[in-house]
């Protein structure tokens, strides 16, 4: 049953089965790791079903587009979707199975429930793109219904993601784990993302400001400087190649509030490169 690098994984699209499924693998008494995705998977996923299967008996690996999550005026349409080369770099990354659920079986006709995480999910992506966490808090509760894995594993990335799921799990009592894991980055820097395939060449060279930035911030904020300098490195190094700042700010890790003395802290940023919104960030440790 369990995934073997190089092996196709099987895929289930109905919902009941994929949860009879899990649930008759957990009474065998395997341990259980899921991985959520959209498609378009790149290495940054595959480090993240790479980690499960270390971490796991067997991987699911849901594909699904999540219309909730796009607003009007978003990519929902034009996002990548690449299925064939998703389910062999799965498969050769240990999942077991895939889960690619139809539309209808997420939102049935009559759907009219929600999950909506306040604090977290109100600045930042939440205020910029309004109903985005809603949609992700809602799909992610229905996918660990229909998946109840041991343990989730989310990328660092999208890091107000992770504070919105941990939060929604720990409001609702939902009985999986949490795993967020490393960011993976192109050689220059550049955090993975799906939607980097939208960048022009040029575009694409001047994307790695996010990572230069956010790198001159650490060390601004390794050498004590104020929140409100380190804050501005950020800036600084979007300006210098014309990147519009949607945000750039420090917070705390946890609650995404002002940065607390002495605890870590994460550096939010958002910019737009073109006609792409990218998101990068980087943790900031604990300091005198
Ligand atoms: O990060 C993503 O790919 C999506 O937001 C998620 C968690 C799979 C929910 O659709």
Same mark, same amino acid.
Not at 89 to 108: I, R
Not at 135 to 163: E, I, M, R, S
């Given at each position: ?19 009879? +499924? ?28 790479? @980690? ?16 909730? @999550? ?21 498969? $050769? ?19 009219? +429930? ?9 600045? =930042? ?7 985005? =966490?809603?949609?992700?808090? +809602? ?13 989730? !594993? ?5 890091? @107000? @993601? ?17 795993? %967020?894991?490393?960011?993976? &980055?192109?050689?220059?820097?550049? $955090? ?5 395939? !939208? ?5 694409? &060279?001047? $994307? ?20 409100? %300098? ?42 737009? %490169? ?15």
């Amino acid at each position: 049953m369990s995934g073997q690098p190089g092996h196709t994984p099987i895929v289930v699209a109905e919902p009941r089965l994929m949860r009879d +499924t899990i649930l008759a693998a957990c009474r065998a008494g395997r341990r259980i790791g899921f991985v959520p995705t959209m498609g378009a998977l790149h290495a940054g996923h595959a480090s993240l079903v790479e @980690q499960a299967a270390a971490e796991c008996d067997d991987v699911v690996v849901s594909i699904f587009v999540n219309p909730k @999550q796009f607003g009007p005026r978003e990519d929902l349409a034009r996002y990548p979707r690449t299925l064939p080369a998703d389910l062999a770099l799965v498969g $050769a990354k240990g999942a077991t199975w895939v889960f690619v659920p139809e539309p209808s079986t997420a939102y049935p006709a009559g759907h009219a +429930t929600s999950v909506v995480v306040a604090a977290p999910a109100a600045d =930042f992506e939440g205020a910029i793109r309004p109903g985005h =966490f809603a949609g992700v808090a +809602t799909v992610v509760c229905w996918l660990f219904n229909v998946v109840p894995a041991d343990v989730a !594993y989310f990328g660092a990335k999208d890091w @107000q @993601q992770t504070v919105v799921v941990r939060r929604m799990v720990a409001d609702l009592a939902i009985p999986i784990a949490i795993e %967020v894991c490393p960011t993976i &980055r192109e050689p220059d820097g550049l $955090a993975m993302s799906s939607r980097n395939a !939208y960048l022009s060449p040029e575009d694409r &060279r001047r $994307a790695v400001a996010l990572h230069e930035g956010l790198t001159s911030a650490a060390e601004r904020w390794q050498a004590g400087d104020a929140v409100a %300098v380190v804050e501005k490195a950020i800036r600084a190094a979007l300006r210098s190649r014309d990147i519009p700042v949607d945000y750039a700010q420090v917070v705390d890790t946890d609650t995404l509030l002002p940065p607390r003395p002495g605890a870590a802290a994460v550096a939010l940023v958002a910019g737009r %490169v073109g006609n792409t919104r990218l998101l990068d960030n980087i943790f900031l440790p604990p300091r005198p």
